[in-house]
Every structure is written in structure tokens, then in C-alpha cells.
């Protein structure tokens, strides 16, 4: 079974609003932060925002911060991304990930540090 599925990519035009969900079926499931990284072509994988256990600390990339919004539901075992005002270069494939670790380890981890990853979803922005 796939630890981390994500949904909700696709194609928006430029200042349009995506909602990232990945869905974890880990159990235990926590505690752990959780965040949102991605990766464009010919670049390398980039944090973009990770979430503290309890959803009350949160980190964004610079790039991001002010248009899109982390959150969490421990019930339900899913991450959220909101994503507002997209340009085009938010273009990328987007990948869920979950640690055992702080959520401000997980926004500096390499990807071999991560615990879990999940498969990406593609979100195209287009000008």
C-alpha cells in the first residue's frame, strides 16, 4: 500500500487557486510534520512548506509565502496545500512527504532523509 497519495493537480492559468490534498495509511500515523516540496524540470527538489504535528508552527519558502497555506487534519490523516494566485513559475510536479523528524528539519532534509514520499502530482500553471 502507497504511504502518501496525492490528488488535486492540474492545469490553472496564471493567478488561478489549486488544493493539494495527500492522503497518508500509515499506522501508527503520528506524531510527525508533514510538508510539501516540489520539483521542476531540469531543477532540483525544492521545500515549499512543512507543518508541525499539532498544525501550529508552519514554514513556507519565500517564493510561496503569502499565496499558499499549509494545514493539516490528524483525523483524517491528510495535508492540504492551498495554493492562490499561481504563476507560472510554480510549475512542477508537487510531492507530499511525512517525518518523524520537526517540521523545521523537514524543510532543510534532502530527500533521503525523509521518511516518506509520495508519487507527485503534476500542477501547470499557464501564462
Known amino acids: 500500500q502507497v504511504p502518501l497519495v496525492e490528488s488535486g493537480g492540474g492545469l490553472v492559468q496564471t493567478k488561478g487557486s489549486l488544493r493539494l490534498s495527500c492522503a497518508a495509511s500509515l499506522q501508527p500515523f503520528g506524531p510527525n510534520s508533514m510538508g510539501w516540496f516540489r520539483q521542476a524540470p531540469g531543477k532540483e527538489r525544492e521545500f515549499v512548506a512543512t507543518?508541525?504535528?499539532?498544525?501550529?508552527?508552519?514554514y513556507y519558502a519565500g517564493a510561496v509565502e503569502g499565496r499558499f497555506t499549509i494545514s493539516r487534519d490528524n483525523a483524517k490523516k491528510t495535508v492540504y496545500l492551498e495554493m492562490n494566485d499561481l504563476k507560472p513559475e510554480d510549475t512542477a510536479i508537487y510531492y507530499c512527504?511525512?517525518?518523524?523528524?520537526?517540521?523545521?528539519?523537514?524543510?532543510?532534509?534532502?530527500?533521503?532523509?525523509?521518511?516518506?514520499w509520495g508519487q507527485g502530482t503534476q500542477v501547470t500553471v499557464s501564462s
Open positions: 512527504a511525512l517525518d518523524s523528524g520537526t517540521a523545521s528539519l523537514l524543510k532543510v532534509a534532502t530527500p533521503d532523509e525523509v521518511d516518506y
Open positions: 507543518i508541525s504535528w499539532s498544525g501550529g508552527t508552519t
